[in-house]
């Protein structure tokens, strides 16, 4: 047998005391460590909580720094407060019903350990580009200091921990599609209807309407007109309409799915970033042209305009080629041609393809010939083809050929000295002088000429003080459709008949000259509206598709019309058998004093594509508007924005 060794007395003893010694150690330290823990966990939880109360803090104020940026004068109105807090640095125990002090005590946070600054700029965040204008308080900063109390890590520290929370805020600019922007700051009435019109929108963003105005009469609309937004919006669905006034809506108001947002914040202008035109260093010209030339719709001829400076445009007797300025009818009072086309003059080199002559002798029925092969002139003076032009389906002629000597001539029909009816090439109209009128009998369209290549035409009025703006008579574009029309006799059935327009670019038929248009969307863009007819009457405007008033992509119209900020002004565009104007329309003045005045005639087919950004807004006529707009249009404005 073997024995073993026992052990001494008390070592047994002795191990048990100093295991027991070390686990109690272990469990103490544990317990501190889950004590510490639970502190930080609580820490962790009040800073989130700091942080949430921050940012909606810094938000409020942001929101007032944008209203005072917009429109100082809303201060201590429509349930707005002052603006009075705004500028120094404080802390809610001196100025606890500021916006920031309100919003941190709703989440639990007051007195001195709530702080507001105003820094000049923030870390990380781009300062705003200088168009949108000097901004006093660009940015507000909210800090929250938080003491937490520790339960045991103050067994091993301080017996609390100061937490805080920061965050960071400003007017940033911010990229959204532009609905109908009525701008006015106060005014009653700023949107209004009248009449008996439906004002329809269709299509755009999820906003269709925005009224800045601080009025509870805002809008006013008319008690036998309505505003139907149940076809706006991306989905065609509906849309809102915002108002910054507190205002119940209107009746006659119908939003589909929208809703009536009242008050909402003011939109502001998002076309402040673009500056004016230049005045373009030549003057434009108007030029006697006949049927189906540069597509000329009327059969007694047209008057077409070059882009240029009219702000000394001529309003009397004038040569073809002159600077006659955009005032139509032309005759009576206003503009008129003394003849139909320069001379022929014997043995001259004519070096321009398309220049136009009336010769005076020899030609008994006043024909104008346009130069098809550059040459010299014959030596001596010879009769004139006296058959005109045969227009093809392709634009081209199969007969009225003249040779002149080494130059070749075409017949291309008959003109008047005071036509009914304008065509703009593409390009800039700086107009001054008596403005852009179109009066009863009047018409205008867009020409097929390259112009300056942007395929639309930008209007900047106002160059010549408030009467150099646009005015459109109620009748202007009410000449009947032609169901003939001839350049040879320049003249059509019915008469005074006008050619109609085709959207999609092509041309009339035989019977009526194949009279080319330009095509309503800008190639590649979107298809054309499904309200627009495939053919329609009455005056047909288009913007720019590219340029610097145009879209840097050239699928979209730009600004059609632009006037000047300067200057307080009363545009108005009426049109008997209806309109299309496609593209931006900006009525601005810097003091909101200039009002559009838009209405539809007897005719359905009135329609405003784009989007349209005005001082105030009367809608009217006796019959309907459809404002279709174009949600892909995105321009930078200014937003209140948490940016750290």
């Not at 179109?438 to 000429?449: H, I, K, V, Y």
């Not at 720019?544 to 145009?550: A, E, K, Q």
């Given at each position: ?216 009469t805002a809008v006013i609309i008319g008690t036998s007109s309505s505003v139907n937004l149940t076809q706006a919006g991306p989905n065609l669905n509906g849309a809102d309409f915002g108002v910054f006034g507190q205002e ?362 784009g989007n349209i950004v005005v001082d105030k807004i009367s809608l009217g006529g006796n019959s309907g508007i459809k404002m279709i707009l174009n949600p892909q249009v995105t321009f930078e404005i200014l937003r209140p924005?948490?940016?750290?």
């Amino acid at each position: 047998m073997k024995l073993q060794r026992a052990n001494p007395p008390g070592k047994s003893c002795e191990r048990g005391q100093t295991f027991l010694v070390i686990a109690i150690f272990i469990a103490a330290f544990v317990l501190v460590m889950l004590g510490v823990a639970a502190d930080y966990t609580q820490v962790w939880a009040h800073r989130q909580m700091a942080q949430g109360a921050a940012d909606a803090a810094c938000q409020a104020g942001a929101a007032d720094l944008f209203l005072q940026a917009e429109d100082p004068s809303v201060s201590g109105t429509n349930g707005v407060g002052s603006f009075g807090w705004i500028g120094s640095s404080y802390d809610c125990s001196s100025n606890a019903g500021s916006p920031p002090c309100k919003y941190a005590a709703l989440n639990g946070y007051s007195g001195s350990n709530v702080q507001v600054s105003f820094p000049s700029s923030l870390p990380g965040v781009s300062s705003i580009p200088s168009g949108f204008g000097s901004i006093a308080h660009p940015y507000i900063e909210v800090k929250i200091t938080d003491p937490v109390s520790m339960s045991f890590t103050k067994l091993i520290s301080a017996g609390s921990v100061n937490m805080t929370a920061k965050a960071g805020c400003g007017l940033n600019p911010v990229a959204v599609p532009i609905p109908l922007v009525v701008m006015h700051p106060s005014s009653t009435g700023s949107f209004s209807t009248n009449g008996t019109p439906t004002v329809t929108i269709i299509g755009g963003p999820n906003r269709s309407i925005q009224v800045d105005s601080s009025s509870t009469t805002a809008v006013i609309i008319g008690t036998s007109s309505s505003v139907n937004l149940t076809q706006a919006g991306p989905n065609l669905n509906g849309a809102d309409f915002g108002v910054f006034g507190q205002e119940s809506k209107p009746g006659g108001v119908s939003l589909g799915v929208g809703n009536w947002v009242s008050p909402a914040s003011p939109f502001g202008d998002p076309w402040l970033t673009y500056s004016a035109p230049s005045k373009p260093p030549t003057a434009g010209t108007a030029t006697p042209v006949p049927l189906g030339m540069n597509g000329c719709p009327d059969p007694a001829g047209c008057v077409e305009f070059t882009a240029g400076d009219y702000t000394s445009c001529t309003s009397g007797t004038f040569a073809p080629g002159g600077n006659g300025c955009l005032m139509l009818k032309y005759g009576g009072s206003n503009p008129r041609f003394s003849l139909g086309g320069t001379n022929w003059v014997a043995n001259k080199s004519y070096t321009v393809v398309g220049t136009l002559i009336q010769p005076q002798s020899n030609n008994a029925g006043q024909f104008v010939f346009k130069l098809i092969t550059t040459g010299t002139s014959a030596v001596s003076a010879h009769a004139w083809n006296q058959t005109t032009c045969t227009p093809q389906s392709d634009g081209t002629c199969s007969s009225g050929t003249q040779l002149d000597g080494t130059a070749t001539w075409q017949n291309v029909g008959k003109v008047s000295t005071a036509p009914n009816t304008a065509i703009f090439d593409p390009g800039l109209y700086y107009v001054g002088a008596g403005g852009l009128k179109l009066a009863s009998g009047s018409s205008a369209r867009m020409s097929t000429a390259t112009g300056d290549g942007n395929k639309g035409a930008t209007f900047y009025l106002g160059a010549g003080g408030s009467t150099a703006t646009l005015a459109v008579d109620a009748n202007s574009g009410s000449s009947s459709a032609c169901s003939s029309a001839s350049a040879a006799t320049g003249s059509g059935s019915p008469n005074n008949c006008i050619v109609s327009y085709k959207i999609d670019g092509s041309r009339s038929s035989q019977a009526t000259g194949y009279v080319a248009s330009r095509q309503l969307q800008c190639p590649g863009g979107a298809p054309n509206p499904s309200q627009v007819p495939t053919t329609i009457d009455g005056n047909i405007l288009l913007g720019p598709c590219s340029g610097t008033y145009g879209d840097s992509a050239g699928l979209n119209r730009g600004f059609l019309f632009f006037q000047n900020r300067a200057t307080a002004a009363s545009p108005s565009w009426g049109g008997g058998a209806g309109f299309i104007l496609s593209g931006f329309m900006y009525f601005h003045n810097s003091s909101n004093g200039t009002t559009l005045s838009l209405s539809g005639g007897s005719s359905s087919n009135s329609f405003a594509l784009g989007n349209i950004v005005v001082d105030k807004i009367s809608l009217g006529g006796n019959s309907g508007i459809k404002m279709i707009l174009n949600p892909q249009v995105t321009f930078e404005i200014l937003r209140p924005t948490l940016l750290e």
